[in-house]
């Protein structure tokens, strides 16, 4: 029954208008005020209880009162939509580190199913829709459709797989109570002159009581850095300002290694010497 008396307005009106009418002042008043004509109130119920406005609010209320709602179809397929998409990135993801793991190229020359021989990444692709049903789906969609196995997707994957190690790697040394430095400047291809990131360091290894029971010495390559100054103060200046943007602690440094270069190991105005004034210990 739709017909409710409210005891504090001393009115009776219409509980599904109320709840679920989209019509915000009727002008039977049955959603805002409820009705205290009481002489002509079997007239009113009948004129509503036949208005538009009443059957739509009724055909919700009776939704909501059994738990559903009008986009449930849609809910359900927005749903089943994101749980697919994320098992379509997590087998991404896992091929990406597959490749990544085993220095394999991602591209070739050719970037198409239609081919014979294809890049690492799609070869792969196509291995695991031969025996699993989620990527099999995707390689049926039909030409146009999204599905994430672009070259900007690969980069997009390859980069925030490569901040998260990175991150993790960081917080590694910065959690060591010593390490060592050993950069490097060398050319790519392109003729610029990248200086190589490379932190050896001290890992304690606990047991579950969080007891040291032994150490391992690790050595970890964070990257490259395109070099602009290539002058000892130049390099000196860029290699605190490494350490700072992975938020490494200069003190904890008790080590440093170049090649035999006088702007890198010059015992005067090297890069050792001037990095020295500022961390002593770094031998």
Not at 94 to 114: P, Q, V, W, Y
Not at 143 to 165: D, F, M, P, R
Request: with cysteine.
């Amino acid at each position: 029954m739709w017909l409710c008396y409210s005891p504090k307005l001393d009115a009776v009106y219409c509980e599904p208008c109320w709840l679920f009418s989209e019509e915000r002042k009727a002008k039977d008043n049955w959603r805002e005020h409820g009705v205290r004509d009481w002489r002509g109130l079997s007239k009113k119920i009948k004129i509503h209880e036949n208005s538009q406005q009443h059957i739509f609010a009724c055909c919700i209320y009776e939704k909501w009162r059994h738990n559903e709602t009008i986009d449930k179809n849609i809910e359900e397929q927005i749903r089943y939509q994101s749980n697919f998409w994320v098992q379509v990135l997590e087998r991404i993801v896992n091929i990406t580190l597959a490749l990544c793991k085993n220095s394999l190229a991602f591209r070739g020359h050719r970037e198409s199913f239609d081919n014979e021989y294809n890049s690492n990444f799609l070869t792969q692709v196509q291995l695991l829709a031969k025996y699993d049903n989620v990527m099999k789906q995707v390689l049926s969609m039909p030409n146009g459709s999204i599905k994430y196995l672009s070259h900007q997707i690969q980069n997009e994957v390859i980069h925030c797989l490569a901040t998260h190690l990175k991150a993790t790697l960081t917080a590694d040394i910065n959690s060591s109570p010593f390490y060592s430095i050993i950069m490097d400047t060398t050319q790519d291809i392109t003729k610029r002159d990248q200086l190589s990131q490379v932190f050896r360091y001290l890992k304690i290894i606990k047991n579950e009581k969080d007891e040291a029971t032994s150490i391992e010495i690790k050595e970890v390559f964070l990257g490259f850095t395109e070099i602009y100054n290539h002058t000892a103060a130049g390099l000196h200046e860029e290699i605190l300002n490494l350490l700072e943007k992975h938020h490494i602690k200069l003190s904890n440094c008790r080590g440093q290694g170049y090649d035999g270069a006088n702007v890198m190991s010059g015992i005067y105005n090297g890069v050792q010497a001037l990095f020295k004034k500022n961390q002593p210990n770094a031998m």
